[in-house]
Nanobody, 127 residues
Framework: QVQLVESGGGLVQPGGSLRLSCVAP????????IGWFRQAPGKEREAVSC????????FYADSVKGRFTISRDNAKNTVWLQMNSLKPEDTAVYYC????????????????????WGQGTQVTVFS
């Protein structure tokens, strides 16, 4: 059973930063596109960012462009989401997920392609 584990969430004031990490103990993420998704109370889950593994392609939701940066280090089997200039509307549970169906996200992706999910980490941005 593949288990992804997120960490790095927490409480932060507007304008602050957090760095989320996604690891998969005992499982290699090398050949998976990895995505970060979030879900706020009463809202649908949305894709925040995604990174391929062959061409370094990335995707960012419009709401986070210029503020969030996704990166990966296959040697460390880790994917990060650096979140800067956080806003109250960024408050949500953040999940990482693995997609075996795409090596690149340059042409987009579908949420249903993500087979493995973590349990999520809470991010709360408050004044």
């Amino acid at each position: 059973q593949v288990q992804l584990v997120e960490s790095g969430g927490g409480l932060v004031q507007p304008g602050g930063s957090l760095r989320l990490s996604c690891v998969a103990p005992g499982f290699t993420l090398d050949y998976y596109a990895i995505g970060w998704f979030r879900q706020a109370p009463g809202k649908e889950r949305e894709a925040v960012s995604c990174i391929g593994y062959t061409d370094g392609s990335t995707f960012y939701a419009d709401s986070v462009k210029g503020r969030f940066t996704i990166s990966r280090d296959n040697a460390k089997n880790t994917v990060w989401l650096q979140m800067n200039s956080l806003k109250p509307e960024d408050t949500a549970v953040y999940y990482c997920a693995a997609n075996l169906m795409r090596s690149s996200v340059a042409r987009g992706f579908f949420t249903h392609e993500f087979s493995y999910w973590g349990q999520g980490t809470q991010v709360t941005v408050f004044s």
